[in-house]
């Protein structure tokens, strides 16, 4: 009789806390299903509540992988943008997330790893480490990075200067980039904010972007970081105001 | 079962109280090591801490009555299978979990309902209860046919029969002994009674063991630790004789061998699974006791053969 082989999951000896925390993390029914119902409850309050609204919405039809890159003032924003993506993509949709803010204390640990599948990003040290996770989720077929190249919160609802690791996460790869721009989000729940208000929020998605004929060198990288800045921008100018 | 009945039962009030004694003498003793002994005993209070938690956890929920009794048995089966599936592999199979899953609600089911025809309430449907293996294999067998599908699907099948015999039905059974009349009596003692020896057979290997009980099964079991938790598990039905004051002297020495050659086996049954797979515990739910599984499993052998002894002997309600 031939053995048989068992693969077990690779977490067995971690408390289910600490399994939350590492990444890639392990299918489970239970994440999957409270992550589909949070979804469905999430997509219904930013309608109602938040008058949720999409403009562009036919620019994140595909079944490819994409790079989402939209402007950061607010907790809603990956919110907005899991909502604007279809409800069976969801697993598939990886926000990247501060590993020092959202995978340290519990509360935040659970809502970024369970209701939006967080991806932790450490963006003081090993961002290299955390890029090079970032370009293997994309080379399985359809996955969803959400980034917001600020690296953080904006405190005044401008668009602050995109780092540069964008730059290199997309150069000289085939991977559509889709720019957005979320409104009002800020006015919604700014930073320090206790609870979201009834503001209109609106989601503008960009034309994809590819730049795979671009190399990685360190002024290419800054200029991809600065184009993508401004077609962000110019996505608020273009639709007018909320 | 309910709180009002709790309140007044002498049953379960005396269980309380020997519970919380039997957590002050263990926690006395590992003071005394540590304090006096000078004992190195720091991943034993992590385990006894835990013991605190757990015997809380179940106090309650036993005093809230039958309803939520078979529902937590129910829960702890379910997550103890989910840690069987992981440790396994089965988990990437997401049809073979989810049928388990569906047969371990339908054991709880069986046991909350009465017979629909003519069932008292609140008695359970034993009927139904015994046959909900046939009915879960049925729907695992299904699976790869609904599929179409064969590789690899013996060994899923298996696998997903084993998880649900064992941990679902057979564990299941804990939960349908809420239905008995003596329910606090039965459930508390066979609760009590198998942590009891499990923590008996583990302070006997420590003290005195030498020679291995099943050495290509766990090596840290002796025959020592297991010849005293028999020993605890023979006394024990005499000293807590008034959990079931109806018992005869023949049926309370079965009770001992249950508990005590029983939970030692349904411990080694999981050490088989978990050595054939290669990991030491199923999970780290449990500080200091490992996975959910590790620690149920004792009550694998116990709680059917327990029932279905009393079953035997008596009406169960």
Not at chain 1, 8 to 35: C, H, K, N, T
Not at chain 1, 89 to 99: Q, T
Not at chain 2, 79 to 92: I, M, P, T, V
């Amino acid at each position: 009789m031939k053995k048989w082989r068992y693969q077990s999951a690779r977490d067995l000896d971690r408390p289910p806390i600490d399994r939350l925390r590492q990444f890639p993390r392990e299918p489970d029914m239970l994440v999957y299903g409270l992550r589909a119902l949070g979804a469905l409850i999430i997509r219904g309050l930013l309608r109602i509540y938040n008058r949720f609204e999409i403009v562009g919405h036919e620019n994140l039809r595909t079944n490819r992988s994409l790079v989402i890159v939209a402007n950061h003032c607010s907790h809603l924003d990956t919110l907005c943008l899991q909502a604007a993506l279809p409800l069976r993509k969801l697993h598939r949709i990886f926000p990247a997330a501060a590993s020092d803010y959202f995978f340290q204390s519990i509360p935040r640990l659970w809502a970024a790893a369970v209701l939006v599948n967080a991806l932790p990003f450490a963006r003081r040290a090993r961002v290299r480490q955390s890029l090079s996770l970032c370009q293997e989720l994309l080379a399985s077929p359809a996955t969803i990075l959400i980034i917001f190249p600020e690296g953080t919160r904006s405190t005044t609802g401008e668009v602050g200067q995109f780092k540069s690791g964008i730059g290199a996460l997309v150069a000289g790869k085939d991977v559509a980039v889709v720019p957005c721009f979320i409104d009002g989000s800020f006015r919604a729940w700014p930073k320090g904010g206790r609870i979201p208000w009834p503001t209109k929020v609106r989601l503008i998605v960009g034309e994809p972007r590819n730049y795979r004929s671009r190399i990685a060198d360190k002024t290419e990288i800054c200029a991809i970081a600065a184009e993508l800045h401004d077609a962000v921008v110019k996505l608020r100018y273009e639709t007018g105001n909320l | 079962m309910s709180p009002q009945n709790a309140l007044h039962d002498p049953i379960f009030r005396a269980y309380f109280f020997i519970v919380l004694i039997s957590l002050a003498i263990g926690g006395a003793v590992l003071g005394f090591l540590r304090v006096v002994l000078k004992r190195e005993t720091a991943s034993m209070f992590k385990t006894y801490w835990s013991w605190i938690i757990m015997a809380g956890i179940g106090l309650v929920v036993v005093f809230l009555g039958r309803v939520p009794t078979i529902i937590g048995v129910t829960l702890l089966a379910i997550f103890a299978f989910k840690e069987f599936a992981r440790a396994s592999g089965l988990y990437r199979d997401w049809w073979m979990t989810g049928a388990v899953y569906a047969g371990i609600v339908t054991v709880g089911i069986a046991s909350l309902i009465a017979h629909p025809r003519g069932g008292e309430p609140g008695t359970g449907w034993d009927g139904f209860f015994v046959a909900v293996p046939v009915f879960a294999i049925a729907l695992i067998l299904l699976i790869p046919i609904l599929r179409n599908r064969a590789r690899g699907e013996l060994q899923r099948m298996s696998l997903a029969i084993v998880g649900f015999i064992y941990i679902g039905w057979m564990f299941g059974h804990l939960g349908f002994l809420a239905n008995a009349s003596n329910a606090y009596g039965f459930v508390c003692f066979i609760i009590f009674a198998t942590a009891l020896s499990d923590v008996a057979a583990f302070t006997f290997g420590k003290m005195f063991g030498h020679h291995p009980l099943r050495s290509e099964i766990s090596p840290n079991k002796t025959w020592e630790g297991a010849v005293g938790a028999l020993c605890v598990a023979m006394i024990l039905p005499w000293l807590l004789r008034f959990s079931f004051p109806f018992f005869g002297v023949w049926q309370l020495i079965l009770t001992g061998f249950i508990v005590g050659i029983g939970g030692q086996l349904g411990d080694l049954s999981v050490s088989v699974i978990k050595r054939d797979i290669g990991t030491k515990d199923m999970a780290a739910t449990i500080p200091g006791h490992g996975g959910i599984l590790d620690r149920i499993d004792s009550l694998i052998y116990v709680a059917p053969l327990f029932m279905h002894m009393a079953g035997y002997y008596y009406p169960l309600k």
